[in-house]
């Protein structure tokens, strides 16, 4: 039976500025990227020890989907500290650290706009 989401695609415009991004200010780590034909690559990126990945993905028609909420909520360990590393890696935040009954979180932006809910 199903065992795991294996990815979720963020749309993206520049799939090198992207994983830059992804990789320097957030800390995942490449774990595919190979061509896919038209100037474009498959890249999935890892995220911790989690079997889910995250994968950059440039279409010709993910233009109209850039920019967009990404639906879906990124955990880390300590929301307070993660927010701090967050801003001294010069990460944009749409929405500051909040905390409500069901947990403490942030909404940062990728360069492209895609806005990220990273939380505890």
Not at 56 to 78: M, Q, T
Not at 92 to 98: D, I, R, T
Request: aromatic share 10%; hydrophobic share 40%; charged share 25%.
């Amino acid at each position: 039976m199903i065992t795991h989401l294996h990815f979720a695609s963020i749309p993206v415009s520049d799939q090198d500025r992207a994983l830059a991004f992804y990789v320097e200010k957030l800390g995942f780590r490449v774990a595919t990227d190979r061509p896919m034909g038209e100037g474009r690559r498959w890249i999935e990126l890892r995220i911790g020890n989690s079997e889910t990945r995250v994968v950059l993905h440039a279409a010709p028609d993910v233009e109209e989907r850039i920019g967009g909420f990404f639906n879906g909520s990124f955990a880390c360990d300590n929301a307070e500290a993660t927010c701090r590393q967050l801003k001294q890696r010069g990460v944009e935040f749409a929405s500051e650290l909040k905390t409500e009954p069901w947990g403490t979180y942030m909404i940062i932006k990728d360069p492209d706009g895609n806005q990220l809910v990273v939380g505890s």
